[in-house]
Antibody
């Protein structure tokens, strides 16, 4: 069964860093690209980043470009999102999702990041 | 990377049909058949509903259908049921290696 599980969320102060992880199981991790999508409290979904397969090209939303970095470790079947210089407006539930051609499926359950002083 | 435009809410009585619109521009919704729809029940993660404009995911009832005309995609739910209450989001590939979501539509069954 295909499964994605995010972790690493928490409460951090503005200007600090946090790394999220997304552990995958039930499929060949190295054969897929992956997305990060976030959802601020009570708000809609916002696409954050993608890492493509097989070249590993990475692309970002303008709102996080230069601050967030997506990466992967195929030996650990894990996707990462390194978030630097966090701002209050980055407060959100962060979801990872598998890239299936041009849509997202499946999604993880999400991990909450709260940026507050 | 402006969000796609969806109505904030749509409601209907059991058994009725409702349609949710999703409007973008020629470089996203209008530029390819890469529109997808996601269902998000309260407090849960989104789940793929429809991809490539009108292809249902394996778990999805025939009551859900998708279409597109120009820069606007649509999701229709026929035979509305109480279990259909959820938030619905459209998404499109933008053609520049990025994706965009709609603002989301809350579906209420009266």
């Amino acid at each position: 069964q295909v499964h994605l599980v995010e972790s690493g969320g928490g409460v951090v102060q503005p200007g600090t860093s946090l790394r999220l992880s997304c552990a995958a199981s039930g499929f060949t991790f190295s054969s897929y690209g992956f997305h990060w999508v976030r959802q601020a409290p009570g708000k809609g979904l916002e696409w954050v980043a993608v890492i493509w397969f097989p070249g590993g090209n990475k692309y970002y939303a303008d709102s996080v470009k230069g601050r967030f970095t997506v990466s992967r470790d195929n030996s650990k079947n894990t996707l990462y999102l390194q978030m630097n210089n966090l701002r209050a407006e980055d407060t959100a539930v962060f979801f990872c999702a598998r890239k299936d051609t041009l849509f997202l499926d499946p999604w993880g359950q999400g991990t909450l990041v709260t940026v507050s002083s | 990377q402006s969000a796609l435009t969806q109505p904030a809410s749509v409601s209907g009585s059991p058994g009725q049909s409702i349609t949710i619109s999703c409007t973008g521009i020629s470089s996203d919704v209008g530029g390819s058949n890469s529109v997808s729809w996601y269902q998000q029940p309260p407090g849960k993660a989104p789940k793929l509903l429809i991809f490539d404009v009108n292809t249902r995911a394996s778990w999805v009832s025939y009551r859900f259908s998708g279409s597109k005309s120009g820069n606007t995609a649509s999701l229709t739910i026929s035979g509305l049921q109480a279990e259909d209450e959820a938030d619905y989001y459209c998404s499109s590939y933008t053609g520049s290696s990025t994706w965009v979501f709609g603002g989301g539509t809350k579906v209420t069954v009266l």
